[in-house]
């Protein structure tokens, strides 16, 4: 599992809370990345992050918001969830090999927006 | 837009056959092409890769055909089992960047 570890991994939550998924990553690895998944896209980029304090926007970042104030956590924010936001959340990690950089992924955080 | 097109959307083979998946994709920038199975529950688990000075790369009973030519990449999985029943991603990046663009995904049913 690279050593990543996603919370909660299942909520149910409101629309219009906010709600925070943090990734723990135990490997001091620089570059983190936040992907949802949804039936007929694929896994689409939401965030991503290549250092403490250092993050960026990917393809679909509206009503998204992260922050990495240590190497090993990077937080996924949705300021005001809303009903589209339903979807799992993967984060993942990039480990430098030999051979090129492979990206890890956590197992998921299942959210649900009533 | 989707830079990366995947094809077929579900897929069903009895054991022992021959699976295979097909993406095509636009951007010829990309030089990295993974592909993700995924278990349900799981997260996407690195399968094989290919970069694009070869035309294919085979691990096991999984081979990776890539047409630079055509912008197009397929995996084949030879005398599938009922163990490879999952979702499986193409995906494509660009110059080291690690930021993953994903095909839709195809799901894989292998029968006894």
């Known amino acids: 599992d690279a050593g990543i570890t996603q919370s909660p991994r299942h909520k149910v939550t409101e629309t219009g809370t906010p709600v925070t998924l943090r990734c723990h990553q135990t490997e001091n690895h620089r570059y983190m990345y936040w992907y949802r998944q949804d039936p007929g896209h694929g896994l689409r980029l939401i965030h991503y992050?290549?250092?403490?304090?250092?993050?960026d926007k990917g393809e679909v970042s509206d009503g998204y918001s992260v922050s990495r104030s240590k190497t090993e956590d990077f937080l996924l924010t949705l300021e005001s969830a809303t009903s589209s936001q339903t979807s799992v959340y993967f984060c993942?990690?990039?480990?430098?090999?030999?051979?090129?950089?492979?990206?890890?992924f956590g197992e998921g955080s299942w959210l649900t927006v009533v | 837009q989707q830079q990366v097109k995947q094809s077929p959307q579900s897929l069903i083979v009895q054991k022992g056959g021959i699976s295979i998946i097909n993406c095509a994709y636009e951007n010829t920038a990309f030089d990295y092409f993974p592909w993700y199975q995924q278990f349900p529950g799981k997260g996407p688990a690195l399968l094989i890769a290919?970069?694009?000075?070869?035309s294919e790369k085979k691990e096991g009973r999984f081979t990776i055909s890539f047409n630079k030519s055509a912008k197009q990449f397929s995996l084949h999985i030879m005398d599938s089992q009922p163990g490879d029943s999952a979702t499986y991603f193409c995906?494509?990046?660009?110059?080291?960047?690690?930021?993953?663009?994903f095909g839709t995904g195809t799901r894989l049913q292998v029968f006894p």
């Open positions: 995906a494509a990046s660009t110059g080291g960047t690690d930021k993953l663009i």
């Open positions: 290919i970069r694009p000075d070869v």
């Open positions: 992050s290549y250092g403490v304090k250092d993050t």
């Open positions: 993942a990690i990039s480990v430098f090999q030999a051979s090129g950089n492979t990206i890890y």
